[in-house]
């Protein structure tokens, strides 16, 4: 099946705050990608994590890849309200044919 | 950047009627497109895997004959929501890799209303 865990759910910060989402396979992945979707639009591609360990970085926003390639998160400091959206995480397995699984994404807002 | 096109956006029809909806590659060849399915607030399931010049992969639990999907050429992916109900009412997304472990393309979408 399609086991992707996101938590949490939904995440109400101040602006300036900082805030995290949690990813979880039960199976190993060869790859984790984040997606970021604003209200009433389509999720747009944010970073893709491929080796152990991994950690990347754009601007404000930190992803990690966990050693055993089981684990993700994203960070983001000082969030501003141009973050507000739902954030994705969507494993893929390493079938030939690279199908992604999504987690149930975080909802993100932010207050001024 | 590799842009995917989806039609319509939204579409209202009555139950028992069929509803197409096509997706496209503007600038690039895709063997394979993905076909997803998302509820209110909630996460993309994937539905099927649509393969150019062969039959799509559908993922466990979805009817293959209620969701017919074609991928004629290497940019166009068609899915067919076949004799409607109002539970299919949901927003249909589409997207589209240039390959394995690439980043997906995603269509704008396709918010289907089943009266």
């Known amino acids: 099946g399609q086991q992707v865990m996101q938590i949490p759910q939904y995440q109400h910060v101040q602006e300036g705050e900082d805030f995290t989402t949690y990813c979880n396979s039960s199976?190993?992945?060869?790859?984790i990608q984040w997606y970021k979707q604003r209200p009433g639009g389509h999720p747009v591609f944010l970073i893709q994590?491929?080796?152990?360990?991994e950690v990347k970085k754009q601007k404000r926003l930190t992803f990690q890849f966990g050693e055993a390639k089981k684990n993700s998160s994203l960070h983001i400091t000082a969030t501003q309200t141009t973050d507000v959206g739902t954030y994705f995480c969507?494993?893929?397995?390493?079938?030939?044919?690279?199908?992604?699984?999504f987690g149930r994404g975080t909802q993100l807002t932010v207050w001024p | 950047g590799a842009v995917v096109s989806q039609h319509p956006s939204w579409v209202i029809c009555k139950s028992g009627t069929s509803v197409k909806i096509e997706c496209r590659s503007l600038?690039?060849?895709?063997?394979?497109m993905f076909w997803y399915r998302q509820f209110p607030k909630q996460s993309l399931m994937l539905m099927a895997t649509?393969?150019?010049?062969?039959?799509?992969?559908?993922e466990q639990g979805v009817e293959k004959d209620k969701f017919l999907i074609n991928h004629a050429s290497l940019t166009l992916s068609t899915l067919t929501v076949t004799s409607a109900h109002p539970e299919d009412s949901s927003f249909y997304i589409c997207?589209?890799?240039?390959?394995?472990?690439?980043?997906?393309?995603f269509g704008n979408g396709t918010r289907l209303t089943v009266t």
């Open positions: 969507a494993g893929d397995r390493g079938s030939t044919l690279g199908r992604l699984y």
């Open positions: 994590l491929v080796k152990s360990g």
């Open positions: 649509s393969n150019e010049g062969s039959k799509a992969t559908y």
């Open positions: 600038d690039f060849q895709a063997t394979t």
């Open positions: 199976t190993t992945l060869s790859n």
């Open positions: 997207s589209a890799g240039q390959g394995a472990n690439s980043p997906l393309h």
